[in-house]
């Protein structure tokens, strides 16, 4: 099992800036690829970013490419997702998800994380 805790969320402004965190706990978190994913309103789960076991690789939805950057600290057991130049079309809750899988390549898709987090909500005003 591995149990994951958001935290950073918050209101800002349009422009601003937002470092989520989750920390993990729990069976490997560091040989696992970890994801944030964020829901809106009334629409689905989507992928915003991935990031392999190692760091080295890392993946982002086009939407959030060159704003947001995802990294991970495996000695603290805590993955991250700098966000910069948010847009109100960034509102919705995230979620910290861990893959399935120990030293796979990381997935866009939810249904290889099998480790949610409670999420965090952040809210960007115009």
């Known amino acids: 099992q591995v149990q994951l805790v958001e935290s950073g969320g918050g209101l800002v402004q349009a422009g601003d800036s937002l470092r989520l965190s989750c920390a993990a706990s729990?069976?490997?978190?560091?040989?696992?690829?970890m994801a944030w994913f964020r829901q809106a309103p009334g629409r689905e789960r989507e992928f915003v970013a991935a990031?392999?076991?190692?760091?080295?690789?890392?993946y982002y939805a086009d939407s959030v490419k060159g704003r947001f950057t995802i990294s991970r600290d495996n000695a603290k057991n805590t993955v991250y997702l700098q966000m910069n130049s948010l847009k109100p079309d960034d509102t919705a809750v995230y979620y910290c998800?861990?893959?399935?899988?120990?030293?796979?390549?990381?997935?866009?898709?939810?249904?290889?994380?099998?480790?949610w987090g409670q999420g965090t909500q952040v809210t960007v005003s115009s």
């Open positions: 990031i392999s076991w190692s760091g080295d690789t890392t």
């Open positions: 998800a861990a893959n399935a899988r120990m030293w796979v390549t990381p997935s866009r898709e939810k249904g290889a994380y099998v480790y």
């Open positions: 729990g069976r490997a978190f560091s040989n696992r690829p």
